[in-house]
T-cell receptor
Framework: GAGVSQSPSNKVTEKGKDVELRCDPI?????LYWYRQSLGQGLEFLIY????????KSGLPSDRFSAERTGGSVSTLTIQRTQQEDSAVYLC??????????????FGAGTRLSVL | QKEVEQNSGPLSVPEGAIASLNCTYS??????FFWYRQYSGKSPELIMF????GDKEDGRFTAQLNKASQYVSLLIRDSQPSDSATYLC???????????FGSGTRLQVQP
């Protein structure tokens, strides 16, 4: 696609429910990243994929958070047993995955998650 | 904990003036530096990137990097009301792909 696509754009859920957020990166981008942004804050790194592997998942805040990527393309971020503190905008980015300008990350529009 | 610090602002400048946005970072091993612009409710959009000490110019934007002082800045010349947004500084550390972001500086350009 022309840009990074995320769905849904908005998600409202009840505390304790599981949610799945989807990211479709720019075609040909091998690297994919998940960040989250709480209200008025900068972006917080969650996980990085190179192809289908996740060499850096150091930002996942708890074992309720998991992510996978299949076919070197679409990625799904799953949050189990959601809590109110999980409310944030979840942003996905992709890059070419090579050194230099290939490191430049392009962001999707995000999924705004609200946990009631 | 590697940190990227920005003044949250708001930084208010009159239309046509130069806006100067500053960022400091804690990791001396950092190699790549990015400025993203984020309009309210929108996703971050890359404005500039810089890897080497000195200045890099692109249109009305100039990024300045001083690795010895661990300081990176963004100058916006001839500021326009449409430049009003939050500007996020991001740093890529050695050996990592992830970016560490500052909390952003809100810029207001007054017509």
């Amino acid at each position: 696609g022309a840009g990074v696509s995320q769905s849904p754009s908005n998600k409202v859920t009840e505390k304790g429910k599981d949610v799945e957020l989807r990211c479709d990166p720019i075609s040909g981008h091998t690297a994919l990243y998940w960040y989250r942004q709480s209200l008025g804050q900068g972006l917080e790194f969650l996980i990085y994929f190179q192809g289908n592997s996740a060499p850096d998942k150091s930002g996942l805040p708890s074992d309720r958070f998991s992510a996978e990527r299949t076919g070197g393309s679409v990625s799904t971020l799953t949050i189990q047993r959601t809590q109110q503190e999980d409310s944030a905008v979840y942003l996905c980015a992709s890059s070419l995955g090579v050194a230099g300008q290939g490191n430049i990350q392009y962001f999707g529009a995000g999924t705004r998650l609200s946990v009631l | 904990q590697k940190e990227v610090e920005q003044n949250s602002g708001p930084l208010s400048v009159p239309e046509g003036a130069i806006a100067s946005l500053n960022c400091t970072y804690s990791d001396r091993g950092s190699q790549s530096f990015f400025w993203y612009r984020q309009y309210s409710g929108k996703s971050p959009e890359l404005i500039m990137f810089i890897y080497s000490n000195g200045d890099k110019e692109d249109g009305r934007f100039t990024a300045q990097l001083n690795k010895a002082s661990q300081y990176v800045s963004l100058l916006i010349r001839d500021s326009q009301p449409s430049d009003s947004a939050t500007y996020l500084c991001a740093v890529k550390d050695t050996g990592r792909r992830a970016l560490t972001f500052g909390s952003g500086t809100r810029l207001q350009v007054q017509p």
